[in-house]
């Protein structure tokens, strides 16, 4: 592996970079001699390091393909040839060398640039991302437009190892392998998961594989031996040989020419093995193993724990008086109370599609190892699993982000729905969840968890609402989803005790006149704000499904105006089961559904993004006294014309 600059701190102060200052776009790399490349690597180590450290963000990931970037920039001819990243969080290299540098330090901000690759946002970004294993298919896509065009693009998907275990990245594979497609696979191989055979026998034969010289010999010896009895021992003889070098053999009979593995930090050795990919025909797969988190040692050492940072503050000055306790996050919650519930019941069992540390599983994980599954980036295996655990008697718990549900969508339906059994989904993140912008958000779920016969749906207000829902939920016999959002609540007391709730039971906050708010979820804060102003009464939901049928038809007679609160879309949300309700029962009052809009709200902080949607206190006050207005001027006019 080619020496690297390491360094052991993240840079202060913004680093020399002439080289890189001069390249505004991939075509000014190119003009650059191969021999200079090098040290643009290092500027570009160095400027991401501090551009990172100025913003927050995603790092690690990039840091181990800053190499395989340039390399790419250097030897396809971007954006002509489609360059598509996977999930995405490897993407800053990608995006400091398409035009973007002077804009690093506003991503993940509000208006600023987004986290992730994004069509509108540059040509260089050909395909949107945020979910994992959707790269081959899409460059697939490229591909076919390509060769239907006839315009002799190159399609090239760069994925991950973690991301490879999905099964849609398999099924590309076998479409891209059955269509002989002209388009090249890389997979980063950042954990070595695949193999450790890196070294120089192993770059000597990704050098050969990858020649003109060898590929020519191949393919005419497959002309001259096509259709007679030495074609097949040809070809198992070519399998066998390079199974003594290169764990591509599965690569191999999908269809793929495999290609490595290849240090993913020598630049040289990267620009040869592209430069000769770069001149074959047909579906190539090359596999490049790097270290996440490279030349930066805290990174290197903690993949995980440096896979993002937060913004690199000045340190503030030391001051008397004890520590503020610090306050849970709903993961927390979450995590704790799966431990204390399986210490209980040796039933459970908890389920992740590798979100161990995101969902708080860690603990878990360490004291019941042998009830844990963590089944990778599976989600449709993950909900699945768990029907197939509930036939037979466990109580198996599912933490999943809400966006990642959606992925399992047919198996919540099908495998779980239908056959009424007993999973529980901890859905995390659900509602906004700031910088990641509109790929992460969990904005959907509580329209389309409620329209599916049989399923309890549960939107805790706090922290103690929480605990004490999970636990509703596992004695709930049949399917059940608690949704929670991202980051700390109002800092609510827990208690220890572990009590399912009434089943479909709110409960009333506050009692005012005219106008009663109906929460669902996290925004209780905020709704009851704008209730003080507006002397309204406000009712914790707590249930979307079954809905407390009883309490609407309390408030609806009691009050002028109902409003409904969520951190969901309307569009069939919570208000609507509230409508829906009221319109069955033949009950006329006026309805105003507060939640988010019908659109993708981008990237900013949680705050901001509430704000935007008007969510927030204020947002909430206004919505409410507008319509008001609209009733009281309604009634006027009525009063009006009866007189």
Same mark, same amino acid.
């Given at each position: 592996?080619?020496?690297?600059?390491?360094?052991? %701190?993240?840079?202060?102060?913004?680093?020399?970079?002439?080289?890189?200052?001069?390249? %505004?776009?991939?075509?000014?790399?190119?003009?650059?001699?191969?021999?200079?490349?090098?040290?643009?690597?290092?500027?570009?180590?160095?400027?991401?390091?501090?551009?990172?450290?100025?913003?927050?963000?995603?790092?690690?990931?990039?840091?181990?393909?800053?190499?395989?970037?340039?390399?790419?920039?250097?030897?396809?001819?971007?954006?002509?040839?489609?360059?598509?990243?996977?999930?995405?969080?490897?993407?800053?290299?990608?995006?400091?060398?398409?035009?973007?540098?002077?804009?690093?330090?506003?991503?993940?901000?509000?208006?600023?640039?987004?986290?992730?690759?994004?069509?509108?946002?540059? %040509?260089?970004?050909?395909?949107?991302?945020?979910?994992?294993?959707?790269?081959?298919?899409?460059?697939?896509?490229?591909?076919?437009?390509?060769?239907?065009?006839?315009?002799?693009?190159?399609?090239?998907?760069?994925?991950?190892?973690?991301?490879?275990?999905?099964?849609?990245?398999?099924?590309?594979?076998?479409?891209? @392998?059955?269509?002989?497609?002209?388009?090249?696979?890389?997979?980063?191989?950042?954990?070595?998961?695949?193999?450790?055979?890196?070294?120089?026998?192993?770059?000597?034969?990704?050098?050969?594989?990858?020649?003109?010289?060898?590929?020519?010999?191949?393919?005419?010896?497959?002309?001259?031996?096509?259709?007679?009895?030495?074609?097949?021992?040809?070809?198992?003889?070519?399998?066998?040989?390079?199974?003594?070098?290169?764990?591509?053999?599965?690569?191999?009979?999908? @269809?793929?020419?495999?290609?490595?593995?290849?240090?993913?930090? +020598?630049?040289?050795?990267?620009?040869?093995?592209?430069?000769?990919?770069?001149?074959?025909?047909?579906?190539?797969?090359?596999?490049?193993?790097?270290?996440?988190?490279?030349?930066?040692?805290?990174?290197?050492?903690?993949?995980?724990?440096?896979?993002?940072?937060?913004?690199? %503050?000045?340190?503030?000055?030391?001051?008397?008086?004890?520590?503020?306790?610090?306050?849970?996050?709903?993961?927390?919650?979450?995590?704790?109370?799966?431990?204390?519930?399986?210490?209980?019941?040796?039933?459970?069992?908890?389920?992740?599609?590798?979100?161990?540390?995101?969902?708080?599983?860690?603990?878990?994980?360490?004291?019941?190892?042998?009830?844990?599954?963590?089944?990778?980036?599976?989600?449709?295996?993950?909900?699945?699993?768990?029907?197939?655990?509930?036939?037979?008697?466990?109580?198996?718990?599912?933490?999943?982000?809400?966006?990642?549900?959606?992925?399992?969508?047919?198996?919540?339906?099908?495998?779980?729905?239908?056959?009424?059994?007993?999973?529980?989904?901890?859905?995390?993140?659900?509602?906004?969840?700031?910088?990641?912008?509109?790929?992460?958000?969990?904005?959907?779920?509580?329209?389309?968890?409620?329209?599916?016969?049989?399923?309890?749906?549960?939107?805790?207000?706090?922290?103690?609402?929480?605990?004490?829902?999970?636990?509703?939920?596992?004695?709930?016999?049949?399917?059940?989803?608690?949704?929670?959002?991202?980051?700390?609540?109002?800092?609510?007391?827990?208690?220890?005790?572990?009590?399912?709730?009434?089943?479909?039971?709110?409960?009333?906050?506050?009692?005012?006149?005219?106008?009663?708010?109906?929460?669902?979820?996290?925004?209780?804060?905020?709704?009851?704000?704008?209730?003080?102003?507006?002397?309204?009464?406000?009712?914790?939901?707590?249930?979307?499904?079954?809905? +407390?049928?009883?309490?609407?038809?309390?408030?609806?007679?009691?009050?002028?105006?109902?409003?409904?609160?969520?951190?969901?879309?309307?569009?069939?949300?919570?208000?609507?089961?509230?409508?829906?309700?009221?319109?069955?029962?033949?009950?006329?009052?006026?309805?105003?559904?507060?939640?988010?809009?019908?659109?993708?709200?981008?990237?900013?902080?949680?705050?901001?993004?509430?704000?935007?949607?008007?969510?927030?206190?204020?947002?909430?006050? +206004?919505?409410?006294?507008?319509?008001?207005?609209?009733?009281?001027?309604?009634?006027?006019?009525?009063?009006?014309?009866?007189?």
């Amino acid at each position: 592996m080619q020496d690297t600059y390491i360094f052991r %701190e993240i840079p202060s102060k913004r680093p020399q970079t002439p080289l890189l200052d001069r390249i %505004e776009t991939p075509s000014q790399l190119r003009e650059l001699p191969a021999e200079q490349l090098t040290q643009l690597a290092r500027e570009l180590r160095a400027f991401l390091l501090w551009s990172v450290g100025q913003s927050g963000g995603h790092f690690g990931a990039g840091l181990g393909v800053l190499e395989l970037t340039v390399a790419l920039h250097y030897v396809f001819n971007t954006p002509e040839d489609r360059l598509v990243w996977d999930v995405g969080h490897q993407a800053y290299p990608h995006k400091i060398l398409t035009g973007r540098r002077e804009q690093m330090n506003s991503i993940r901000r509000k208006d600023g640039l987004a986290g992730f690759p994004k069509r509108s946002e540059s %040509e260089y970004d050909t395909f949107g991302v945020g979910h994992s294993s959707t790269s081959i298919s899409a460059a697939l896509g490229m591909a076919i437009a390509a060769k239907l065009q006839d315009t002799g693009r190159k399609s090239i998907a760069v994925i991950g190892d973690g991301a490879m275990t999905a099964g849609m990245a398999f099924e590309a594979l076998t479409h891209a @392998g059955h269509l002989n497609a002209n388009m090249l696979v890389i997979l980063n191989d950042n954990d070595m998961s695949i193999s450790h055979n890196v070294g120089g026998l192993s770059n000597y034969f990704a050098k050969l594989l990858s020649s003109r010289t060898y590929n020519q010999v191949r393919d005419s010896g497959k002309k001259v031996l096509r259709g007679t009895p030495l074609m097949t021992l040809a070809k198992k003889t070519e399998e066998h040989f390079k199974g003594l070098i290169a764990p591509g053999t599965l690569f191999e009979e999908l @269809g793929f020419n495999y290609i490595g593995p290849v240090d993913g930090h +020598d630049l040289p050795l990267l620009l040869e093995t592209l430069e000769n990919i770069r001149e074959l025909e047909g579906p190539q797969f090359l596999h490049v193993v790097t270290t996440k988190g490279k030349g930066f040692a805290p990174a290197e050492a903690d993949p995980v724990g440096y896979h993002a940072i937060n913004k690199i %503050e000045p340190q503030p000055a030391s001051t008397s008086g004890p520590a503020k306790a610090k306050t849970p996050k709903y993961a927390n919650v979450f995590g704790q109370w799966l431990c204390d519930a399986a210490e209980q019941d040796e039933r459970i069992v908890g389920i992740t599609p590798a979100m161990c540390e995101g969902s708080d599983l860690l603990a878990f994980s360490k004291r019941f190892p042998d009830r844990y599954f963590d089944v990778a980036i599976a989600e449709q295996h993950a909900v699945t699993l768990a029907a197939g655990l509930a036939c037979d008697g466990a109580k198996p718990v599912v933490a999943i982000y809400s966006t990642f549900l959606q992925r399992a969508y047919d198996q919540l339906v099908h495998d779980v729905a239908v056959q009424d059994l007993d999973v529980l989904f901890a859905i995390d993140r659900a509602g906004l969840v700031g910088e990641d912008g509109p790929t992460h958000a969990g904005a959907f779920d509580i329209s389309y968890l409620r329209c599916i016969p049989k399923m309890l749906v549960m939107t805790p207000s706090d922290e103690n609402e929480t605990r004490q829902l999970l636990q509703t939920g596992l004695h709930f016999e049949g399917p059940a989803a608690v949704r929670y959002p991202r980051g700390t609540g109002p800092g609510a007391r827990i208690e220890p005790a572990l009590t399912p709730m009434p089943i479909g039971k709110g409960r009333r906050m506050r009692d005012g006149r005219r106008i009663a708010v109906l929460n669902f979820g996290t925004l209780l804060a905020p709704a009851l704000e704008a209730a003080e102003a507006l002397d309204a009464t406000v009712a914790d939901m707590r249930f979307v499904k079954p809905l +407390d049928e009883a309490l609407v038809m309390e408030l609806a007679e009691q009050h002028e105006l109902l409003v409904t609160l969520e951190e969901n879309v309307v569009a069939g949300g919570a208000g609507s089961a509230v409508t829906e309700f009221l319109n069955a029962s033949q009950v006329s009052i006026p309805v105003l559904q507060l939640g988010l809009p019908d659109r993708f709200v981008d990237h900013g902080k949680h705050g901001e993004q509430l704000r935007e949607c008007g969510l927030d206190a204020e947002g909430i006050h +206004d919505a409410i006294a507008r319509r008001l207005a609209q009733l009281d001027s309604q009634s006027l006019a009525q009063t009006g014309s009866s007189s």
